[in-house]
Structure formats: C-alpha cells, structure tokens
C-alpha cells in the first residue's frame, strides 16, 4: 500500500520561513505539492520530476518556494520562504506514477496523497 507523510507544516509569522517534508513508500516519476486554503478549491503549488530536470512553480509562490527531492530518501521538500498569510492551508503531497512532458497541475494527473499538513501565517 502506498504511502505518502507528510510534516513540517506550524504556525508563522509573515515573512518567516517553513520547510515541509514528504516521505513516499515508493519512487515515483512525478511528486508534487498541491494547497487547499478554507472555502477555496485544491490548488497546484508546485513540482518536479524524478530526474529533476523539471520542476513547475504555479505564479503564487514562484520565487519565494523551491522544491526539491531526494530520491534515495523517497523524500520531496518544499522550503517555503517569505511566506504571507494568503499561503495558509492545508498542504497536500501527490506523487504520480505516470510520466508527463511538462510537470502536471491538475489533481487527476497525481495517483496518490499524503494526508495533508496545516500551514498558518499570521499577519
């Protein structure tokens, strides 16, 4: 059974910095970040491949995020900086197992999710 966990996600002041964690059972082609802030739609936050030689920001956090990878640690970071209260919410992990040209944004495109960790920035 795959498994996707999450962790990393607190409370912080604007302007401070969080790095969130996933950890995946397996080694998938696609891993992914997506948010879900209350009373708003998932929203792709960002990704990358396994080789990655692809990486997709969505605009809302380009420059302020990076994510990363290390495949021997079936692991994908996302190191949050500058961080404003619009970037609260519940922060999802995806990981795909199907191979893409570009890096996908849409939900459907990732086969598996973590259980999702609360990211609060207070103003």
């Known amino acids: 059974q795959v498994q996707l966990v999450e962790s990393g996600g607190g409370l912080v002041q604007t302007g401070g910095s969080l790095r969130l964690s996933c950890v995946a059972s397996g080694d998938f082609l696609m891993m992914g970040w997506f948010r879900q802030a209350p009373v708003k739609e998932l929203e792709f936050v960002a990704g990358i491949s396994r080789s990655r030689l692809k990486i997709q920001y969505s605009d809302a956090v380009k420059g302020r995020f990076t994510i990363s990878r290390d495949n021997a640690k079936n692991t994908v970071y996302l190191q949050m900086n500058s961080l404003k209260p619009e970037d609260t919410a519940v922060y999802y992990c995806?990981?795909?197992?199907?191979?893409?040209?570009?890096?996908?944004?849409?939900?459907?495109?990732?086969?598996?999710w973590g259980q999702g960790t609360q990211v609060t920035v207070s103003s």
């Open positions: 995806g990981a795909g197992a199907r191979y893409w040209n570009s890096i996908p944004a849409t939900r459907e495109s990732y086969d598996y």
